[in-house]
T-cell receptor, first 111, second 112 residues
């Protein structure tokens, strides 16, 4: 099955700095990579995803990059704000319908 | 917007009880999932269903069962609750395998 490693487990930045979270996956056939944000007391929410036919995707202050050769993908958040503080999860397909999730990164943005 | 609703936000039960967690989605999604979330372990898949009355075991099915009698509803059952099943339980749904999963806000279950 798929194995997803996520780093770092915690990340502290100052407001306005950039934050980068990295994930690696094991199955070279994987072709869909979502990122979720989980705020306190809520379920994970999809914030961006990328498919294997593109190398980068942006949505305002967030971007995801994918390197299929190296089997890793990264989430980039620019100009961080306190409301970006949350737990972030990456995921990769582990079957036709299922996802394997990374263990999560707790991002803390200090004002 | 897709809405996934879990019936309880907090639940306290006793060891040995039979516990039902309910989940309803309103977008006619084919797939539904149950995860448990524990600190440092991320989200682990318990069971999923790709159609009415169809179910597949996930990574940690022991001690759990599921029921999907209607497309919009997916139930997780703890046959005889134990303290090691104290956790946050998350339900999710998706249209098909390569589409995003949408999550409910979770049920925090305590087994005493």
């Amino acid at each position: 099955g798929e194995n997803v490693e996520q780093h770092p487990s915690t990340l502290s930045v100052q407001e306005g700095d950039s934050a980068v979270i990295k994930c690696t996956y094991s199955d070279s056939a994987s072709n869909y990579f979502p990122w979720y944000k989980q705020e306190l007391g809520k379920g994970p929410q999809l914030i961006i995803d990328i498919r294997s036919n593109v190398g980068e995707k942006k949505d305002q202050r967030i971007a995801v990059t994918l390197n299929k050769t190296a089997k890793h993908f990264s989430l980039h958040i620019t100009e961080t704000q306190p409301e970006d503080s949350a737990v972030y999860f990456c995921a990769a397909p582990s079957g036709y319908s299922t996802l394997t999730f990374g263990k999560g990164t707790m991002l803390l943005v200090s004002p | 917007d897709v809405k996934v609703t879990q019936s309880s936000r907090y639940l306290v039960k006793r060891t040995g009880e039979k516990v039902f967690l309910e989940c309803v989605q309103d977008m006619d999604h084919e797939n539904m999932f149950w995860y448990r979330q524990d600190p440092g372990l991320g989200l682990r898949l318990i069971y999923f269903s790709y159609d009415v009355k169809m179910k597949e075991k996930g990574d940690i099915p022991e001690g759990y069962s599921v029921s999907r009698e209607k497309k919009e509803r997916f139930s997780l059952i703890l046959e005889s609750a134990s303290t090691n099943q104290t956790s946050m339980y998350l339900c999710a749904s998706s249209f098909r395998g390569d589409q995003p999963q949408h999550f409910g806000d979770g049920t925090r279950l305590s087994i005493l």
